[in-house]
C-alpha cells in the first residue's frame, strides 16, 4: 500500500473510531490502540504536510487563540420556540394552528428533549466540516469553527462511515444543541474548587462560557457534546422533508440524534409522552428544560409561518421550573482537602421538584459579595437535574431590613488558624498541615475506592481516629492497631452497628493490609495531589514505575507526558517538595506500602469471553473493589460505564445499590452478581 492510500485509510478508519466512541458510546477499539492510529497519521502528516486538510483528526485541537470572532451570516433564520406551559397550553397552539390550516387536524407530531444548552449551526461543503456559529440574533452569529472542532462528537466528515451508501448535499447547514453533560460538569466543578478556582453556575453557562471564548485549547479540555435536531438549508442535493425521518437521515450520516425522540399520531399521544419526561427528567445525562413537540411534516409547519422569532409549526412543552423561595437562616462553611474555604447556605427546608433541599452552595465568597446575599435573606435557588443545589441570588423586594450581611471569616472554622488567599485564585485556603478538617478529608480520599479501597473505614471511625490522635496523617493508618480501632469503633453509635466490634476491627485490619499491594497508580491517586485523578495518576504510574523516580522530576520532566500541563506539574513538585510529605512518604515506605508499576493482578488481556458487552456496576460488590471489577471485565474484553442505557447488558449488582437499580430494572437491562460475572468470564 502507497503512503497516500494508507494516510486516506487511516483517516477513515479513526473518524469511525472516533464516531464509536463519542457519538455511538461503543468503542472498538482501547484508548491506547486509538492513540497509536493517531500517531501514525501525524508521522505521516509531518513528512506531508501538503496533504492535511480540514477534515483530518488531527485539526481537532491546536488552533491558535483568536483576537475576536468572526461574524457569520446564517443562510436561514435560526428560530426559538414559543412555551406551552402545561398541556392546556399546548392544546390551544393545537387549536390556534388548525384554525389557520386544517390539514394540523391529521398531523403526526415528534416529541424531542429540549436541551438547555447553546444552539450551534454547522456548515458542511461536500461531506467536509467548515464552519460553525453560534445562534446570536438569529439572522447573524459568531464565528466558533475552531472551538467547535474540537467538540468530539461533531463529525468532521460526512457520512462518517465512508461506505455508507448515502448522498450528502453539496452544502448542508445543521443546527443543534452543544451542552455540558451533568457529570461532567459536576466534576469539573469539583476540580476547580480543589485548584481554588472559580466554580460555574450551571452546565448551560459553562458550555456557552468554553465555546463563546477565544483558546480552542480551552474548549478542548471541556467535555462538551452536542445532539443534533434540524437541517437549516441544503443545495446540491435532497433531505427529507419530515421531522421524524429528518432524525434519522442526521443519525445515519454520522450526527449524535437523542434516542428519547418520538413520533405519534396525535397531540395528546405527544403531550402524554412529553409529560412522562417530566417526571423522568433525572434519569436525563443532560439538563433539559422542557421536550419540544414539533409538526413532523415539514412542508405544513414551514406554511404554517411564525410569529415573531416563533415557527407556528412547533412549541416547546417546559417542565416546571426548579426554582423556589427560600429563607436563608445561615452561611456555613466547609474546608476542603486542599484547605479550601467554601462556603454553602443553610436553608429553611424546601421541596423543589420532590426532594427536599436544606442546603446550597454558594460557590465562594466573591459571589456572596457580588450578588449581596446577606443572612435572613429570602433567597431564590435552583435545583437542576442531579447538579448540586445553588443559589442564584436574594429577592431583594423580600428584605425586611433585618438582614445581615455577611463577612468571610479569617479564620478556618475547623482549627481556628488565619486563612490565607492566594493570587490569581477566588478561594480563600486554610493552609494548616495540620488542621483536623483537612487531614479527615485527605484520609477519607486515602481510603476511598478509586484510591486505596480500605473497605469499612468509614467517615466516622476516621474522625474517632483523628481525634484519639492515633492518625495524624494516612501514613498511620498502617501502624493502626487493634485496640486503636476498637476504641474507634467503640465510641462509634454502636447500636446501629451490625457487627460486633473485635469483627470489625479485624476486617479493617485485614483491608488495611489489603490495600499495601493496590498498584501504583491508586497509591499516587490516593495521595490527593492537586490536580492528580486517576487518569492522570494512571499516566504518571505508567511513565515513572514508582514514586522515588516521580518524586524526583521537574516540572518539565512532568510536562512531557501527554495530559499534564503546567498547573498540575507544578502541583506535583509543589506536592513532593514538601517535609510534611516527605515525611508521610518515608512513613509508607517504611511500613510496605511502596507498588511499582502502572498494572493491577487483573490487567491484561485474559481472554475475549466478555467482548462486546457492557457492564455498569453498581453498590458494594462482595470481593472486589469496583475498580478490580472493571479491570476484570476490561481484561475479558467487555466495557464498563457509568450509566445504565439501553445500550448496557448486564448491570452487576453489590451491597447497597443506587438508582442504577431501579433505571436497570425499568430498562429491562440483566442483573447479575459479582459470582455470575465471574461465570460469564469462564
Ligand atoms: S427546535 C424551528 N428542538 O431551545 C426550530 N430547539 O427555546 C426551533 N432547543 O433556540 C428550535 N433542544 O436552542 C428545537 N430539540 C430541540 C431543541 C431546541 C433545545 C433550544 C434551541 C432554541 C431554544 C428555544
Not at 27 to 42: G, M, Q, Y
Not at 383 to 403: F, Q
Not at 654 to 666: D, I
Request: proline share 5%; with cysteine; glycine share 8%.
Amino acid at each position: 500500500m502507497t503512503t497516500k492510500s494508507r494516510y486516506e485509510q487511516l483517516k477513515a478508519e479513526i473518524h469511525a473510531h472516533n464516531y464509536r466512541y463519542h457519538v455511538l458510546d461503543a468503542p472498538l477499539i482501547s484508548d491506547a490502540e486509538f492513540d497509536r492510529l493517531l500517531n501514525e497519521l501525524k508521522r505521516i502528516e509531518a513528512e506531508h504536510p501538503d496533504w492535511v486538510t480540514p477534515d483530518s483528526p488531527t485539526q481537532r485541537a491546536g488552533a491558535k487563540p483568536a483576537d475576536r470572532f468572526e461574524k457569520v451570516r446564517h443562510p436561514a433564520p435560526i428560530l426559538s420556540l414559543a412555551n406551552a406551559f402545561g398541556a392546556e397550553d399546548a392544546r390551544a397552539w393545537f387549536e390556534r394552528i388548525r384554525k389557520i390550516d386544517d390539514r394540523v387536524e391529521k398531523a403526526k407530531f415528534v416529541v424531542e428533549p429540549k436541551i438547555d444548552g447553546l444552539s450551534v449551526v454547522l456548515h458542511y461543503r461536500d461531506g467536509v466540516f467548515v464552519q460553525g456559529a453560534t445562534r446570536g440574533d438569529g439572522e447573524v452569529g459568531e464565528d466558533i469553527t475552531s472551538n467547535l472542532r474540537t467538540v468530539r462528537a461533531i463529525p468532521l466528515r460526512i457520512p462518517v462511515e465512508a461506505n455508507a451508501r448515502i448522498t450528502v448535499p453539496e452544502y448542508l447547514v445543521v443546527r443543534g444543541e452543544a451542552f455540558l453533560p451533568i457529570k461532567e460538569f459536576e466534576e469539573l466543578n469539583r476540580k476547580l474548587e480543589e485548584a481554588g478556582e472559580k466554580t460555574y453556575l450551571n452546565p448551560r453557562n459553562t458550555a456557552a462560557g468554553s465555546l463563546r471564548q477565544l483558546d480552542p485549547a480551552l474548549t478542548a479540555s471541556r467535555p462538551i457534546t452536542l445532539l443534533v435536531y434540524q437541517i437549516v438549508h441544503a443545495e446540491g442535493g435532497t433531505v427529507p422533508a419530515s421531522q421524524w425521518e429528518i432524525l434519522q437521515y442526521l443519525k445515519s450520516l454520522g450526527f449524535p440524534v437523542t434516542d428519547i425522540a418520538r413520533r405519534f399520531d396525535s397531540l395528546e399521544e405527544a403531550i402524554a409522552y412529553a409529560e412522562t419526561w417530566d417526571k423522568r427528567r433525572d434519569d436525563l445525562p443532560y439538563e433539559a428544560d422542557g421536550m419540544v413537540i414539533k409538526i413532523d411534516d415539514l412542508t405544513l409547519a414551514a406554511e404554517l409561518g411564525f410569529v415573531g422569532k416563533d415557527p407556528r409549526g412547533a412549541i416547546a412543552f417546559k417542565f416546571p421550573a426548579r426554582e423556589v423561595t427560600t429563607t436563608l437562616k445561615e452561611i456555613g462553611v466547609a474546608v476542603g482537602r486542599t484547605g479550601v474555604l467554601t462556603p454553602y447556605a443553610v436553608l429553611e427546608p424546601v421541596e423543589i421538584g420532590g426532594v427536599i433541599v436544606e442546603r446550597a452552595t454558594l460557590h465562594n465568597f466573591d459571589y456572596i459579595a457580588e450578588k449581596d446575599i446577606r443572612v435572613g435573606d429570602r433567597v431564590l435557588v435552583k435545583r437542576a437535574g442531579e447538579v448540586i443545589p445553588y443559589v442564584i441570588g436574594p429577592v431583594v423586594e423580600a428584605r425586611t431590613g433585618k438582614e445581615k450581611p455577611y463577612k468571610p471569616p479569617q479564620t478556618c472554622p475547623a482549627c481556628g488558624q488565619p486563612v490565607e488567599h492566594f493570587e490569581g485564585e477566588v478561594a480563600w485556603y486554610c493552609v494548616n498541615a495540620a488542621c483536623p478538617a483537612q487531614l479527615i478529608r485527605n484520609v477519607e480520599h486515602f481510603v476511598s475506592r478509586g484510591a486505596m479501597d480500605i473497605v469499612g473505614m468509614g467517615i466516622k471511625i476516621v474522625e474517632k481516629l483523628i481525634e484519639a490522635g492515633k492518625v495524624k496523617d494516612v501514613a498511620d493508618l498502617y501502624t493502626l492497631t487493634r485496640e486503636d480501632i476498637l476504641e474507634a469503633v467503640t465510641k462509634k453509635d454502636r447500636k446501629t452497628e451490625k457487627q460486633p466490634p473485635g469483627k470489625i476491627a479485624d476486617n479493617l485490619l485485614a483491608s488495611i493490609e489489603a490495600s499495601k499491594s493496590r498498584p501504583l497508580a491508586r497509591l499516587i491517586a490516593a495521595l490527593g495531589i492537586r490536580g492528580v485523578g486517576e487518569v492522570s495518576a494512571a499516566d504518571l504510574a505508567s511513565h515513572f514505575g514508582n514514586l522515588d523516580a516521580l518524586s524526583k522530576a521537574s516540572a518539565e520532566d512532568l510536562q512531557q507526558i501527554e495530559g499534564i500541563g503546567p498547573n498540575i506539574a507544578e502541583g506535583i513538585v509543589d506536592w513532593f517538595g514538601r517535609e510534611a510529605n516527605r515525611k508521610v512518604l518515608a512513613k509508607l515506605k517504611k511500613a510496605g506500602v511502596w507498588s511499582r508499576g502502572g498494572k493491577s493482578k487483573v490487567e491484561g488481556r485474559s481472554s475475549d469471553a466478555l467482548a462486546g458487552l457492557t457492564f455498569v456496576i453498581t453498590g458494594t460488590l462482595p470481593a472486589w473493589s469496583r475498580d478490580e471489577a472493571k479491570a476484570f471485565i476490561e481484561s475479558h474484553g467487555g466495557k464498563v460505564t457509568d450509566s445504565v442505557s439501553k445500550k448496557t447488558s448486564y448491570l452487576v449488582l453489590g451491597e447497597n445499590p443506587g438508582s442504577k437499580l431501579e433505571k436497570a430494572k425499568a430498562l429491562g437491562v440483566k442483573i447479575i452478581g459479582e459470582e455470575e460475572l465471574r461465570k460469564m468470564a469462564g
